[in-house]
């Protein structure tokens, strides 16, 4: 079997992919078709085209797009559950931690209420339908600053649902400094929620020392620049502290500038937990079973070491014990048949 066969096959967990960016063509041209006056082109091969990764700011009109078609709780409910049948059915995940931001429905007229009982209706729907378990992390869009986080939280804690593990904050770092979230992460982390903000994408090691120090970081999205810092890699290696690694996305943003400087194997190296994602992955063209191809080629892993990789995304996620067993169980049993 080659490598990409037993990646394909191989049982996933992942930990950082966000919802929206999630929607794939078929998925898109579903939700404008419901919404002709948008004017997103419902046919396929336009949409393809239209999906077409060409720079980062071409990126964002895309995800703007598809942001604009999500209008209705049954959109929500409808782009939640293909999602989850893309993830079972395309990427062979067994469980995954999807990055939400309700703030952007909340302000184009859904209400939180709504965009809760979409979630979790498609959540139930997709475990009993693809064997998928799907848990909530709600991230703050740090471009909207503190009227977003005030929002985000008091979701998180005010309509909170049992599958919400975590607390996020996205969007860009440049410009939005992580000090002014520490309440935000400290009040949503005494109610017992994981902190998982994104840091060192787009900027430097400092961004994630905030983010440890400040916000009480327990997984790091991205943590690119981190490489950059000794000290850092130490921390994160005797702490314990996760980097959601999502290689192909990093090279779309130029968070890297080619694939063979991406910092996987210097984290690697220095003892750092780390677990592989896809992010965004259609609007970066990529896949997750591509992102661990990517990976093995860096770290020059074989088989096993790769269902090892598949392994530590489940050891480091916020599955429920009998959920982690499974997984991990099944991702044996298939390395020792394969
Ligand atoms: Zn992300």
């Excluded at 059915?89 to 209420?113: D, K, M």
């Excluded at 992580?178 to 109610?191: D, L, V, Y």
């Excluded at 991406?262 to 220095?270: Q, S, W």
Aim: charge should be negative; glycine fraction near 8%.
């Amino acid at each position: 079997m080659s490598l990409q066969n037993f990646i394909t096959g191989l049982p996933k967990a992942e930990l950082h992919v966000h919802h929206v960016g999630s929607a794939s063509p078929r998925i898109v041209s579903e939700l404008a078709a419901r919404h002709p006056d948008a004017g997103v082109p419902s046919d396929l091969e336009r949409l393809r085209e239209f999906f077409t990764f060409r720079d980062f700011a071409h990126f964002i009109e895309v995800y703007l797009s598809v942001v604009d078609l999500v209008r209705t709780p049954e959109d929500i409910r409808l782009l939640t559950y293909e999602v989850a049948r893309e993830m079972a059915e395309g990427q062979n995940l067994r469980y995954a931690e999807l990055t939400c931001t309700p703030y952007t429905s909340v302000i184009r007229g859904i209400a939180i209420e709504a965009y809760t009982e979409a979630i979790e209706d498609a959540r139930v729907a997709a475990e009993r339908d693809f064997g998928l378990v799907l848990r909530w992390v709600y991230d703050i869009p740090g471009e909207s600053g503190l009227p977003a986080a005030d929002a985000t939280l008091s979701y998180a804690l005010e309509h909170r649902t049992d599958a919400l593990v975590g607390f996020g904050l996205g969007g860009p770092e440049i410009g939005v400094p992580r000090a002014q979230f520490q309440p935000h992460f400290e009040a949503a982390r005494a109610a017992g929620l994981h902190s998982v903000p994104h840091a060192g994408e787009t900027t430097g090691p400092d961004t994630v020392w905030d983010s440890l120090r400040l916000l009480g970081a327990e997984r790091i999205g991205h943590g690119t620049s981190s490489a950059q810092d000794p000290a850092l890699l130490a921390h994160l290696a005797d702490t314990g502290v996760v980097l959601e690694v999502c290689p192909t996305s990093n090279l779309a943003t130029r968070a890297v500038d080619r694939i063979e400087e991406h910092p996987l194997r210097a984290f690697v190296d220095a003892g750092v937990s780390v677990t592989i994602n896809s992010d965004d992955p259609p609007m970066f063209a990529t896949t997750l079973n591509h992102d661990y191809e990517v990976a093995a080629s860096l770290l020059g892993l074989d088989e096993r070491g790769v269902a090892d990789l598949a392994k530590a995304a489940v050891t480091a996620s916020f599955a429920p014990d009998d959920v982690k067993t499974r997984i991990a169980a099944e991702i044996d049993a298939y390395a020792a048949g394969a």
